[in-house]
Nanobody
Framework: QVHLVESGGGLVQPGGSLRLSCAASGDNISSFSMGWFRQAPGKEREFVTAVTRDGGLVYVASVKGRFTVSRDNTNNSIDLQMNSLKPVDTGVYYC???????????????WGPGTLVTVSS
């Protein structure tokens, strides 16, 4: 069993920044991909970014150049630095762990409870 806990969400104005963190506990965390999804009000959950167990980085096109994801395998954690935030970035951000080759298309095994990010003026 893998447990995930997110932190760092909050309210920011457009153009501002937030840093999200996710701490994972359980067995063989290093063998999983770790990443982030988000869900805006009234919309389905969507993939944002991921780091594979080999260190590969994947970003959805809408956050490319604004968000930076990093993984600390020693502490079994993953961070998401979000810059130049836009209202469209508003939503609940969920940490995710996957044993699949491609997290975005093949699914997620474990979810965190989520942390709310609100971008509004």
């Amino acid at each position: 069993q893998v447990h995930l806990v997110e932190s760092g969400g909050g309210l920011v104005q457009p153009g501002g920044s937030l840093r999200l963190s996710c701490a994972a506990s359980g067995d063989n965390i290093s063998s999983f991909s770790m990443g982030w999804f988000r869900q805006a009000p009234g919309k389905e959950r969507e993939f944002v970014t991921a780091v594979t167990r080999d260190g590969g980085l994947v970003y959805v096109a809408s956050v490319k150049g604004r968000f930076t994801v990093s993984r600390d395998n020693t502490n079994n954690s993953i961070d998401l630095q979000m810059n130049s935030l836009k209202p469209v970035d508003t939503g609940v951000y969920y940490c995710a762990v996957s044993s699949r080759v491609n997290m975005a298309t093949n699914g997620v095994d474990y979810w965190g409870p989520g942390t709310l990010v609100t971008v509004s003026s």
